[in-house]
């Protein structure tokens, strides 16, 4: 399969981010007087737990949010998710999005179109480029303030100056009326807890806005964001912060336990006062029951659990030489190892070859810089095993195992030179 490299100038950009990124953690690490090494163990030991008891964790999540007045429904896959969000937005004519992952997952330009704007500072370019997300985390980061000025000006024919604060205030002026028009605001959660809260971090404010101006806030997640408790939740918190942008926590972190109320005129309780009137959350299962367990749909065996205990911080990629070549077309509907893994549970195994499957090095970058040491490589073993087993592995590779049985090396029939005559990865 040919591949499609990133151009020299946009490697460039993401390397410049990343390394600030890198120097940052690093600093707030030694600020915090945190051991990586122990936070990561602890951190990986809460989400094992909480995974020996999520059945519980999850009933009573559930019975606790429908207690706090967040109706909540499940969806088993990306067709019913679609159909609930088309049924709660039907008569939105604006609704505001945060940058969230799940709700990329499920489609969520497809169901509401044009009537969707993105808020979050990076994410807002890349619709405005129309354009996919580079980074979970830092979704325009290679791109430069000149090519992000010139994304605005095709847009919508305005000159903002090529730097970072002119753009920001563009930003902030377009989007503050859409947050006030809008009757609807979609985010993600970050985690949710088994006493029924759902809890946002965030930088710019836009969670704040979309959780709180808009009549209707619906919150779309997977199942594996539930923790037993708020304690658990801003571990999370400290570990996206830290993992995800190099600080020590972020600006705003809501814990959403319902509904804006108030009894304030006779202790009559009223629910709607100045935030969301109406708190929705779709609990998305799209694939994640049968990484659990070798489901009737999947013959991908055990050991994929740990996937789950991903925060989507993107630290991942940071560091990934196969996602830097790349970008965008190393992943599926999430970026990099993790999506690959993901897309043969989400769809079928043919599409973590499709995804990159056989361009991960094996390097571990991922796993050493992954809050929760989730052991992507090992999967990534795991998957390619059943893929050779099906006869699907690369025609490289096929060659590579044929020469090394009869050459006994890779690359075939050396030269007289002893240099090989055929230099191939796979
Ligand atoms: S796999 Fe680990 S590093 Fe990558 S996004 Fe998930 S939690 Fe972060």
Redesign the pocket.
Known sequence: MQKEFLPKETKENIWKVVFEYKAKREKTLAGLGLDPEKFRDEFRKMKEDAFRDMENLRRRAIANLEKNVIKVFEARDVAEAQKILRDLTSADKLVVKAKTSAADEIGVDDVLKEKLVSTDLGDFIMSLAGARDMH?VFPSYHLTPKQISEIIKNKFGSEVAPDAKSIAAFARKYLREKFFEASTGISGANVITADGRIVLLENEGNISLISRVPDKHIIISGWEKIVPTVEDAMKVVRAAAV??AGQDWPVYVSVISGPSKTADVQNELVIGAQGAKEVYLILLDNGRSKMLKDGPSTTLGTGFEE?L?????????NFCPAYHQLGTKYGDKYL?S?GIILSAFMTEILRAKESGCYSCTLCSA?AE????K?D?PGMMKKIRTKLNAKNLETDENKKMIGNTREFGNPFGELSEDGTPKELFCC
């Open positions: 979970p993992w995800g996937l205990y991903c925060i989507n911080c993107g630290a991942c990629l990099g993790k991922c810089n992954c809050p929760a989730i992507l």
